[in-house]
Nanobody, 128 residues
Framework: QVQLVESGGGLVQAGGSLRLSCAAS????????MGWFRQAPGKERVAVAA????????YYADYVKGRFTISRDNAKNTVYLQMNSLKPEDTAVYYC?????????????????????WGQGTQVTVSS
């Protein structure tokens, strides 16, 4: 069982930056592909960014490309989401998730059904 704890959310003005962190309890953190999702009120949970177990292959949703950066530190069992040039439409609860993709070392997971474990979420609010 992998426990994921997000931090770093908060209130920021449009154009500002935040860095989200997600710490995993599992010492075999490097066995999991990781991802960030977000869910706005009344809307479905959607992918924001994802990163592979190794090789640092990444995926970004079109609406965050060029503004958000996902990274991971396997030594610290932590995945990050650097969010720059934030917009009011980025307001949502952000969740990190871990996916066991087996031996697909360089693959990323981009759908909720691929993920096995989820954090509790952290609120990000961007004011205009």
């Amino acid at each position: 069982q992998v426990q994921l704890v997000e931090s770093g959310g908060g209130l920021v003005q449009a154009g500002g930056s935040l860095r989200l962190s997600c710490a995993a309890s599992e010492r075999t953190f490097s066995n999991y592909a990781m991802g960030w999702f977000r869910q706005a009120p009344g809307k479905e949970r959607v992918a924001v960014a994802a990163i592979s177990r190794i090789y640092a292959n990444t995926y970004y949703a079109d609406y965050v490309k060029g503004r958000f950066t996902i990274s991971r530190d396997n030594a610290k069992n932590t995945v990050y989401l650097q969010m720059n040039s934030l917009k009011p439409e980025d307001t949502a609860v952000y969740y990190c998730a871990a996916a066991d993709l087996g031996q697909r070392y360089g693959s990323v997971a981009t759908t909720t059904r691929e993920y096995n474990y989820w954090g509790q979420g952290t609120q990000v609010t961007v004011s205009s």
